[in-house]
């Protein structure tokens, strides 16, 4: 079996819940404490073995691929103030992986923005990360690299999820179960953002894959909806009837930071984690506290 080495990161979103800042700034951009959520989910991506990430960009993104580039301008500056460290901290993010990028020319679909990735896949297994859900791991593995092992224990496709409360469930893709045994669950389905009374389960889609290589075929068959965009559940739907796809529930406090509530949420918590500010953090919450 291929190993995954290999991943697809969409990010040519407007981010319209965070305007205005989302009119220059990509959301994916924006810092969870000190760090952007992208890079949060990079590193995930990493320290699961990934060794190449392609970022699908969008109109106004340049500032994505700056990031993860050399700067010899800042660095010339840096010399001159003494700060060999901070030379250090800009030049490990070019260092992390092999970074590649394509322009997603029209907002058509989370399935099209993983088509564009065909040439960079070829004919392995590819993880998928969105690029606004970041999950926390104390400890063990990353949730992507979950996913990684649950495709080499399986074969087939894996949609990473969890369970949620019902009324979060109706947000997201929910799975239609089949069989189960412990974290894996065999998909016969998955429904997109269903009604609360039509709810085939709790157990939903967060934004992690790996996918086989024979998902680009299923996504150039799967029909555009009313509003002219290819959805990737549409894509999973047709390969769960087909050839398979299991669902696996990852471990780790997942993060919606394209939610402006669940961004919020990650800064705090990761503000807490901080060594530098957590301590300080913990007393200003308690004491803020008193006062609601």
């Known amino acids: 079996m291929k190993k995954v080495t290999k ?3 969409p990010c040519a979103g407007f981010g319209t819940r965070f305007l205005p800042i989302t009119k220059s700034v990509p959301k994916e951009m924006l810092p969870v404490v000190d760090t ?13 073995g990934i060794t190449d990430i392609l970022i699908i960009l969008g109109k106004n993104k340049k500032c994505i691929e700056d990031y993860y580039d050399y700067a010899p301008e800042l660095e010339k500056i840096l010399n001159k103030g003494n700060k060999a460290g901070k030379i250090k901290v800009i030049n ?4 992390k992986a092999n970074f590649y990028y394509c322009r997603q020319k029209e907002m058509n679909g989370s399935a099209m923005a993983v088509l564009a990735s065909e040439s960079f896949v070829g004919d392995e297994p590819f993880a998928v990360v969105y690029g606004d ?9 990353p949730a992507i690299g979950q996913l990684i092992e649950a495709h080499y224990a399986t074969g087939t496709s894996i949609l990473g999820v969890q369970e949620v409360a019902p009324e979060e469930a109706i947000k997201y893709g929910a799975v239609i179960k089949g069989g189960q045994k412990g974290r894996y669950c065999e998909m016969k389905g998955v429904i997109e953002k269903p009604a609360l009374e039509e709810l085939p389960s709790t157990l939903v889609s967060l934004g992690r894959y790996v996918l086989t290589p024979d998902v680009f075929e299923y996504i150039r068959n799967t029909k555009p909806t009313k509003n002219g965009e290819v959805y990737l559940t549409d894509t999973i739907n047709a390969m769960a009837k087909s050839v398979g796809v299991f669902a696996y529930e990852f471990e780790g406090k997942r993060y919606d930071t394209g939610d402006k509530f669940g961004y919020l949420q990650a800064n705090i ?13 913990a007393a200003y919450i308690k004491e803020l506290a008193k006062t609601l």
């Open 133 to 141: 859900d970041i999950v926390y791991n104390e400890c063990g593995i």
């Open 269 to 281: 918590e990761y503000g807490l984690r901080n060594e530098e500010i957590g301590e300080s953090l």
């Open 7 to 9: 991943a697809v990161i």
């Open 36 to 48: 952007p959520s992208l890079d949060i989910i990079v590193d995930e991506c990493i320290n699961s």
């Open 92 to 95: 490990d993010l070019a260092d």
